[in-house]
């Protein structure tokens, strides 16, 4: 047996244990106490123990690779990106804190000639952070989702201590991770319970559920994010859950795009669809190509890759049902399955149908199947597209493929209102971390359609809008006052300075 072996074995038997009812409770109190000293660290402080964390991953980046290929199946390469990704979202919301601009600063001085009929009093409005967060670990993200993913960077910039709710699919990974985190935070100076990982489904119902949190994140499935969702609306005081829960992500091609490019579209569709094995949010899950277009005997004829293991048996099994779903609908043939299935791995495939199909039985056809599989569809007239649209539920992206003399301005209108991202000739697979990046949608996209997951604007999720009116400017938070001593932008009596 090798080192790594019994180093993977140890950490499992000690992390897929559920955190005991005693250590929980100790967790939570940590985080509670944690967040005044954390809430009012220097954004300077809390800007160096981001980078700091980022640092200690890259340090123990050859270890926690090995410990990801082992537990995830995923391959070395994707792990690597993943990870430099997961430092690169640390260390870009610690550019966002020590800027300040998060804090969207606005300040009204007292106006006795205030048009509205009675004086303006003195306001000076700023966030602040919510309090402790719980954020859910995700299957298919090991790093860039998951222990010090973008929710935990994005809660601990935004002033919040994190509890973290470990994945069963990567314990031994979780384990070290956290262990990263924790000393890294630690030596940053950070007060004990900024930050924390438990593990047990049961214990993550129990955490959400708990008053000292104040706020959830979530990247899965619609059933369980569905329940966590209904658990934090049903709290005596309800607190915002932000959850990311499936998409299926459609493609339009137009016939203009598919006489100008179809070979390639369908080249990087079977790119895009597979990437990761099929195990992305952003996975297109339906292209609709013309009637009797080039595109179908491309994708017939195409030699897809060859099966590969997924996740965990959960997954596989999910996959499995969606997939076969699709096989047994009436409307729905298969047009490229061409892998063995020697292994009991999943097999990328691809199936047909038609718009006429779609609009008979659209809850099972369009429905997400999280995995190497996708459905293509055939329509006879553009204009049908806008209306076939009409069927999704909301999405976390929506893509056209066109030209410039395409007019396809009915067709955006309505994915604008499915979806939280549309792309126009490019695949929704690679979810830059951007200033302007929006990764959410309408439910069942998201439960919050109005935040985002990445990009900066995901600090947004963790902080409270707060007023104060009339004080003197020494008694007020330095964000506020006068004198400006953090250097803040703000919005001065309407005017930004």
């Given at each position: 047996?090798?080192?790594?072996?019994?180093?993977?074995?140890?950490?499992?038997?000690?992390?897929?244990?559920?955190?005991?009812?005693?250590?929980?409770?100790?967790?939570?109190?940590?985080?509670?106490?944690?967040?005044?000293?954390?809430?009012?660290?220097?954004?300077?402080?809390?800007?160096?123990?981001?980078?700091?964390?980022?640092?200690?991953?890259?340090?123990?980046?050859?270890?926690?690779?090995?410990?990801?290929?082992?537990?995830?199946?995923?391959?070395?390469?994707?792990?690597?990106?993943?990870?430099?990704?997961?430092?690169?979202?640390?260390r870009f919301f610690?550019?966002?804190?020590?800027?300040?601009?998060?804090?969207?600063?606005?300040?009204?001085?007292?106006?006795?000639?205030?048009?509205?009929?009675?004086?303006?009093?003195?306001?000076?409005?700023?966030?602040?952070?919510?309090?402790?967060?719980?954020?859910?670990?995700?299957s298919n993200f090991?790093?860039?989702?998951?222990?010090?993913?973008?929710?935990?960077?994005?809660?601990?910039?935004?002033?919040?201590?994190?509890?973290?709710?470990?994945?069963?699919?990567?314990?031994?990974?979780?384990?070290?991770?956290?262990?990263?985190?924790?000393?890294?935070?630690?030596?940053?100076?950070?007060?004990?319970?900024?930050?924390?990982?438990?593990?047990?489904?049961?214990?993550?119902?129990?955490?959400?559920?708990?008053?000292?949190?104040?706020?959830?994140?979530?990247?899965?499935?619609?059933?369980?994010?569905?329940?966590?969702?209904?658990?934090?609306?049903?709290?005596?005081?309800?607190?915002?859950?932000?959850?990311?829960l499936g998409s299926?992500?459609?493609?339009?091609?137009?016939?203009?795009?598919?006489?100008?490019?179809?070979?390639?579209?369908?080249?990087?569709?079977?790119?895009?669809?597979?990437?990761?094995?099929?195990?992305?949010?952003?996975?297109?899950?339906?292209?609709?190509?013309?009637?009797?277009?080039?595109?179908?005997?491309?994708?017939?004829?195409?030699?897809?890759?060859?099966?590969?293991?997924?996740?965990?048996?959960?997954?596989?099994?999910?996959?499995?049902?969606?997939?076969?779903?699709?096989?047994?609908?009436?409307?729905?043939?298969?047009?490229?399955?061409?892998?063995?299935?020697?292994?009991?791995?999943?097999?990328?495939?691809?199936?047909?149908?038609?718009?006429?199909?779609?609009?008979?039985?659209?809850?099972?056809?369009?429905?997400?199947?999280?995995?190497?599989?996708?459905?293509?569809?055939?329509?006879?007239?553009?204009?049908?597209?806008?209306?076939?649209?009409?069927?999704?539920?909301?999405?976390?992206?929506?893509?056209?493929?066109?030209?410039?003399?395409?007019?396809?301005?009915?067709?955006?209108?309505?994915?604008?209102?499915?979806?939280?991202?549309?792309?126009?000739?490019?695949?929704?697979?690679?979810?830059?971390?951007?200033?302007?990046?929006?990764?959410?949608?309408?439910?069942?996209?998201?439960?919050?359609?109005?935040?985002?997951?990445?990009?900066?604007?995901?600090?947004?999720?963790?902080?409270?809008?707060?007023?104060?009116?009339?004080?003197?400017?020494?008694?007020?938070?330095?964000?506020?006052?006068?004198?400006?001593?953090?250097?803040?932008?703000?919005?001065?009596?309407?005017?930004?300075?």
């Amino acid at each position: 047996m090798t080192l790594l072996r019994k180093v993977i074995m140890a950490l499992t038997l000690e992390t897929i244990n559920e955190t005991s009812v005693a250590a929980l409770e100790i967790i939570l109190a940590k985080a509670e106490s944690a967040f005044g000293t954390w809430a009012g660290t220097t954004l300077i402080a809390r800007s160096e123990a981001l980078e700091l964390i980022a640092d200690r991953l890259d340090e123990a980046s050859d270890e926690l690779i090995q410990l990801a290929m082992a537990e995830t199946h995923l391959a070395e390469p994707r792990l690597m990106g993943e990870l430099k990704r997961t430092m690169f979202q640390l260390r870009f919301f610690a550019k966002q804190v020590l800027g300040g601009e998060f804090l969207n600063v606005r300040i009204d001085h007292k106006d006795d000639e205030w048009p509205m009929g009675a004086p303006r009093p003195d306001l000076r409005r700023t966030m602040q952070p919510l309090g402790p967060v719980l954020v859910f670990a995700a299957s298919n993200f090991p790093f860039a989702f998951s222990v010090a993913g973008g929710d935990t960077a994005s809660a601990l910039a935004a002033g919040c201590p994190v509890v973290l709710k470990g994945h069963p699919g990567h314990p031994a990974l979780s384990r070290k991770t956290a262990d990263v985190v924790l000393t890294a935070l630690a030596d940053a100076g950070a007060p004990e319970g900024t930050f924390d990982i438990i593990f047990g489904t049961r214990n993550g119902a129990e955490a959400l559920a708990d008053c000292r949190i104040k706020a959830g994140a979530f990247t899965g499935g619609i059933p369980g994010g569905r329940t966590l969702f209904d658990i934090a609306s049903g709290r005596a005081e309800p607190i915002p859950f932000y959850g990311e829960l499936g998409s299926n992500n459609p493609v339009f091609v137009t016939p203009a795009a598919e006489a100008e490019r179809g070979e390639s579209i369908a080249r990087e569709f079977v790119t895009s669809f597979t990437q990761s094995a099929g195990q992305l949010c952003t996975k297109p899950g339906t292209l609709f190509v013309p009637s009797e277009s080039a595109i179908l005997d491309e994708l017939r004829n195409m030699e897809l890759p060859s099966e590969a293991p997924l996740l965990n048996e959960g997954i596989l099994a999910a996959f499995s049902d969606g997939k076969g779903r699709l096989e047994s609908h009436d409307g729905v043939r298969v047009l490229n399955d061409s892998t063995s299935r020697t292994t009991g791995d999943a097999s990328p495939i691809l199936f047909h149908s038609t718009l006429g199909q779609i609009r008979r039985a659209p809850e099972s056809l369009l429905a997400e199947c999280f995995g190497p599989a996708a459905l293509v569809v055939t329509y006879e007239n553009v204009a049908e597209l806008s209306e076939v649209a009409k069927l999704y539920e909301g999405q976390l992206t929506a893509s056209i493929h066109g030209t410039n003399s395409c007019d396809v301005g009915s067709l955006m209108h309505v994915l604008s209102q499915k979806a939280g991202r549309v792309l126009w000739n490019q695949w929704p697979t690679g979810v830059s971390v951007t200033y302007a990046q929006q990764h959410g949608g309408p439910y069942p996209a998201s439960t919050a359609v109005q935040s985002t997951s990445v990009g900066t604007a995901a600090m947004d999720r963790f902080l409270r809008p707060l007023a104060f009116q009339g004080f003197p400017d020494h008694l007020l938070p330095a964000p506020v006052r006068d004198s400006n001593p953090l250097g803040i932008p703000r919005q001065v009596n309407g005017e930004c300075v």
